[in-house]
């Protein structure tokens, strides 16, 4: 090997070396970043901001591609976050099914003794049919939130 191709070699050893190490920087400095936000997710979901903690997940995810290990753990904490809001919204929604159950049940009762004796109104039948729609649709929303529990534990335990 002559002494030129020698040099072009070592200066071109030596860029490589310096490009690789400017990108293994970029990525501690992406990685730390991406760390920094995992952490911020966990602390929003931890305090129940379950949004605010999703989205901190997405950002993750959309912004450092590349750190894969940071983003394997968002998504256990992403799965753990939906658990808890849907886990939260069947409980609400239960309640909520509950009272609306209750409440048609009564007006029902009272429009059937109405409708019977010729005294019951337009207004009133009405009512029963629009509390009849809400507890239905609050019936669908309720199936749906159980089924996405059962989802998430499923998919949590193929792990």
Excluded: W
């Excluded at 996405?148 to 998919?155: A, P, S, T």
């Amino acid at each position: 090997m002559t002494r030129n191709n020698y040099r072009t070699m070592k200066k071109i050893f030596l860029l490589a070396m310096a490009a690789f190490a400017l990108v293994s920087c970029r990525q501690t400095d992406a990685q730390k970043e991406a760390e920094g936000l995992l952490r911020k997710a966990e602390s929003e979901c931890e305090a129940g901001n379950f949004e605010a903690s999703l989205r901190c997940i997405d950002s993750l995810r959309s912004v450092y591609p590349n750190a894969v290990d940071t983003r394997m753990r968002a998504l256990k904490l992403y799965q753990d976050v939906c658990l808890r809001q849907a886990q939260e919204n069947v409980e609400a929604l239960d309640s909520e099914l509950e009272n609306a159950k209750a409440e048609y049940n009564a007006r029902k009762t009272i429009a059937g003794k109405h409708h019977e004796e010729g005294t019951a109104t337009a207004e009133e039948l009405t009512e029963v049919g629009r509390l009849r729609l809400r507890r239905d649709s609050l019936q669908v929303r309720l199936d749906t939130e159980c089924a996405k529990v059962r989802l998430i534990r499923q998919k949590q335990k193929e792990g």
